[in-house]
């Protein structure tokens, strides 16, 4: 039984449960990342008004010589959600001027992972894990040698679609899986004016619409269901007090969905949303209090001034 396999029964239980809800219907975020969501993710990160990516490749650039100088010899390096590891080539090359490099990326999407061996085979040994981020640290966790150090990337803000609370017990999570010493590097996009959110969220081009759209797209053809992607439009909220971006999928009119694998029909009413993302942005204090909390110590941070945006090194306590 392929993990696809799997995945769609799961899937199929996931998305029953969120459709369900009484209050606000949801769908889970990490099923955006089929083929086409995955390419279209790829889109988003070149758009002019979604400057998380930019701003992460100027860090890494900038300071990935600091980083290798801070970490112990003969580490091996995995990374949660690598996607295609463009942004990750900056911080191998460094470390291949001193070890030989041994590198995990952990990813739900095949097509991403095969480009990311593409990307970055020439660099060490790669060894790509098509599997949720826990089940693959605790896999690599298992393969390492006895005492050897690991460092766990966990870049581009993902840690953001997690709600605080589950912020917290994911990397509890993590922690539970290393040993002291161990390091992370998390990438957390900060707080910054509600309009520069608003349109990288939102962009004019509807790269973003059509990122949120595809998931209907994925559920059609996934699980045997007849969502009319036209009777859905893309919407984006900022909630201050939470400091977070909301994606939504509203309905345009009053209809009704039929979800075969999901054993499932269920209607709409007209301005009604279906919650498909949750995107929290940070305060460098609140990063601090998180990884204290997580059995982390902060051992450095690199900040991009020109799109607010963070670079954590955490260490295990
Ligand atoms: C991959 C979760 C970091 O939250 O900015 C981009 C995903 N969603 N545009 C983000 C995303 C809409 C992205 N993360």
């Keep these: 039984m392929t993990f696809a396999r799997t995945l769609d029964n799961l899937f199929a239980r996931e998305v029953r449960a969120g459709l369900t809800r009484p209050e606000q219907k949801t769908l889970p975020c990490r099923y955006f990342?089929?083929?086409?969501?995955?390419?279209?993710?790829?889109?988003?990160?070149?758009?002019a008004e979604y400057g998380l990516t930019r701003a992460e490749e100027r860090i890494l650039k900038a300071h990935s010589q600091a980083l290798t100088d801070r970490l112990p010899r003969n580490l091996i390096v995995t990374e949660l959600g690598s996607g295609s590891g463009t942004k990750t080539r900056a911080i191998l090359e460094k470390l291949r001027r001193r070890q030989i490099v041994v590198y995990y990326p952990i990813d739900v999407s095949g097509a991403a992972l095969a480009k990311c061996k593409l990307e970055l085979g020439s660099l060490g040994a790669v060894f790509p894990l098509e599997t949720s981020y826990l089940d693959g640290l605790r896999e690599v966790s298992n393969r390492r040698a006895a005492g050897q150090p690991l460092l766990i990337l966990f870049l581009g803000s993902t840690?953001?679609?997690?709600a605080s609370d589950a912020a917290v017990d994911f990397l509890l999570a993590i922690r539970q899986c290393l040993q002291p010493g161990d390091?992370?590097?998390l990438g957390t996009d900060l707080v910054k004016p509600i309009e520069k959110l608003l349109a990288a969220y939102d962009d004019p081009t509807g790269v973003t619409a059509a990122f949120n759209l595809n998931l209907l797209a994925r559920i059609n053809?996934?699980?045997d269901a007849d969502f009319d992607l036209r009777q859905f439009e893309h919407l984006v909220r900022y909630d201050e007090e939470a400091q977070r971006i909301e994606m939504h999928l509203k309905s345009r009119v009053y209809q009704i969905v039929s979800i075969h694998q999901a054993d499932l029909i269920v209607d709409f009413v007209p301005n009604e949303t279906i919650c498909t993302e949750a995107c929290h942005k940070f305060r460098l204090e609140q990063i601090e209090e998180m990884a204290r909390e997580a059995g982390f110590c902060l051992e450095t941070r690199w900040v991009d001034r020109e799109w607010p945006f963070a670079d954590n090194l955490l260490r295990a306590a």
Excluded: H, K, P, W
């Design 33 to 47: 990342y089929d083929s086409v969501g995955s390419a279209l993710f790829e889109a988003i990160t070149q758009l």
């Design 159 to 162: 840690i953001g679609n997690f």
């Design 183 to 185: 390091l992370l590097l």
């Design 221 to 223: 053809r996934d699980l």
